[in-house]
């Protein structure tokens, strides 16, 4: 039998909701449903029945449409009764009630004026930059005690945290360097290829290599792997509550989760960025000798004479920067890590994001601090 939903008003300020069929999700919904949750949205009645005994068979669609029958009379301060009601269906209509729903829950669709969307933006922004400074003062400390010999952090860890970030990262950074070698020396060899200078992809590719490019390469590539393995990492770990529990035992969570990638992704990316320079070099050589013909002793030739200290210099000095950059920001998404598991998705996510961008905003700095000491 189909659902039923008769809805009658007895006395003018009474009204009487009679049940009957078989409310079950398979049989739908009846027909009137709609006349009657529009009764519902404006009464005219200050009481409401709800009377079941003609109710066979039901399932969760029944429970549903109660429940939301009695949130529509609670906002509108009607009371409600309910009478012959099945086995169970009147506690499970109480338990839909028992806890109010969280504030913040319910996704809100109301319209935001835009500058009430600008200043949260604006405060957002601001808290957020607060925190990025006491990140980083933070970090300074930790930096004091590890000098002072007070920060709290274990050998294995220091000495895993360096492996990840050398041995185990040489494999993606030779490929990528390697290819952009090769991807410079190409573009450039079909410009100078027209004034028959193929000599000059040597020097192209040496310079630009070891003054930025080597680094930036890098930098990225350890943003994407190192950067958001630290977010995901420490984001885990706070999820898990295992911050709060270092915490807990008297152990400082910086000093002991952030210290050591801290230090190790910026002791090694200068080295990581020297080895980066060398592959995209050779990169370079294979395009000259096996497209231009140019012969190994002449291209290796060309390229020592155009490499000069200070433009490794300003890579290594790119590298460095690049490696606190990364593990501060891969860090810091992971500190401040919601305790949901999407949240450690967003960090993961953000780690690299800000990683990035920081890197383009910290070569652009550091370029135009090179023009102006003419470096």
Sequence with gaps: MAPQAVFTCPTPREALVRFGGEWKISGGMPENRADVIAAFREPSFDKVVFDARDVGGWDSCFIAFLVRLTEMCRKKGVVCRFEHMPDGAQRLIDLAFAVPPREGAARKSSFVPLLDRIGEKTIAAWNAVSNAKD????????????????????????????????????????????????????????????????????????????????????????????????????????????VDALETMGIHSFDFLVLPRLLALSLMMPLMTVYADLTGILGGAFVGIFMLDLSPQEYFRMTVNVLNMRNILVGIVHGTVFGVIIALCGCYRGIRCGRSASSVG??????????????????????????????
Excluded: H, P, W
């Design 135 to 242: 990140f980083c003062l933070e970090a300074l400390a930790s930096l004091g005690r590890f000098f002072r010999k007070e920060a709290v952090l274990r050998k294995a860890d220091l000495a895993a945290a360096f492996q990840e970030v050398s041995f185990d990262a040489l494999g993606i950074v030779s490929l990528i360097c390697f290819m952009v070698g090769l991807i410079f020396a190409f573009v450039g060899a079909i410009q100078l290829k027209v004034f028959g200078a193929q000599i000059y992809v040597a020097s192209l590719v040496a310079i630009a290599m070891t003054r930025v490019m080597g680094a930036i390469m890098a930098g990225i590539i350890m943003a994407g792997r190192t950067g958001s393995s630290y977010a995901a990492v420490l984001g885990s770990m706070q999820v898990n509550e295992e």
């Design 346 to 375: 967003e960090a993961t996510t953000a780690a690299v994001v800000t990683s990035i961008v920081g890197i383009i905003l910290a070569t652009a700095v550091i370029t135009f601090i090179c023009d102006l000491i003419k470096v």
